[in-house]
T-cell receptor
Framework: DTGVSQDPRHKITKRGQNVTFRCDPISEHNRLYWYRQTLGQGPEFLTYFQNEAQLEKSRLLSDRFSAERPKGSFSTLEIQRTEQGDSAMYLC?????????FGPGTRLTVT | KQEVTQIPAALSVPEGENLVLNCSFTDSAIYNLQWFRQDPGKGLTSLLLIQSSQREQTSGRLNASLDKSSGRSTLYIAASQPGDSATYLCAVRGSQGNLIFGKGTKLSVKP
């Protein structure tokens, strides 16, 4: 399978803990996006990388969120001091320009 | 600010019916429009991509149209099947590359 992969698929954490998610894009896709989706809503954009450069960040990405894409390959999204409002599906997508291809998502539950 | 609206929010039809899902957007300056399918608890599967210069795209039983001037797109599903039951999301791509999504239409096809 050469699609976008995300790890872990599910994460349950206690409020105040830090969590990190990983996304592996389709090989040779230079653009990588993170989105967040809550129940009954469409995904909302968080941040965007072109190669290793983080070019765009949404206002949704508070100071507790940080994302990296070292060497322009996989990406990580870290949430520090998690809050119950962070509970959501975190989706990663990659593209070469037009069509975006999504991974299966990481479901985060903060208790 | 670009806003995407999908109507109806939910739709239930008997198997075999043809149906139309609607998507509208407020800013006609889009690069492309993408239709996705999302099964419960899963990631997004790209169905059709329409570039801003195109009027429609077809894939199997699916046909998507785009009218930029009126800010509308429709997804036509022919001869619906129970396996088509899912949430269908419409998303437009703006100048920054990120997708802006509607809330989706939840489709249920009854056998």
């Amino acid at each position: 399978d050469t699609g976008v992969s995300q790890d872990p698929r599910h994460k349950i954490t206690k409020r105040g803990q830090n969590v990190t998610f990983r996304c592996d894009p389709i090989s040779e896709h230079n653009r990588l996006y993170w989105y967040r989706q809550t129940l009954g809503q469409g995904p909302e954009f968080l941040t965007y990388f072109q190669n290793e450069a983080q070019l765009e960040k949404s206002r949704l990405l508070s100071d507790r969120f940080s994302a990296e894409r070292p060497k322009g390959s996989f990406s990580t999204l870290e949430i520090q001091r998690t809050e119950q409002g962070d509970s959501a599906m975190y989706l990663c997508a990659s593209s070469t320009g037009s069509e975006q291809y999504f991974g299966p998502g990481t479901r985060l539950t903060v208790t | 600010k670009q806003e995407v609206t999908q109507i109806p929010a939910a739709l239930s039809v008997p198997e075999g019916e043809n149906l139309v899902l609607n998507c509208s957007f407020t800013d006609s300056a889009i690069y492309n429009l993408q239709w996705f399918r999302q099964d419960p608890g899963k990631g997004l599967t790209s169905l059709l991509l329409i570039q801003s210069s195109q009027r429609e795209q077809t894939s199997g039983r699916l046909n998507a149209s785009l009218d930029k001037s009126s800010g509308r797109s429709t997804l036509y599903i022919a001869a619906s099947q129970p396996g088509d039951s899912a949430t269908y999301l419409c998303a437009v791509r703006g100048s920054q590359g990120n997708l802006i999504f509607g809330k989706g239409t939840k489709l249920s096809v009854k056998p």
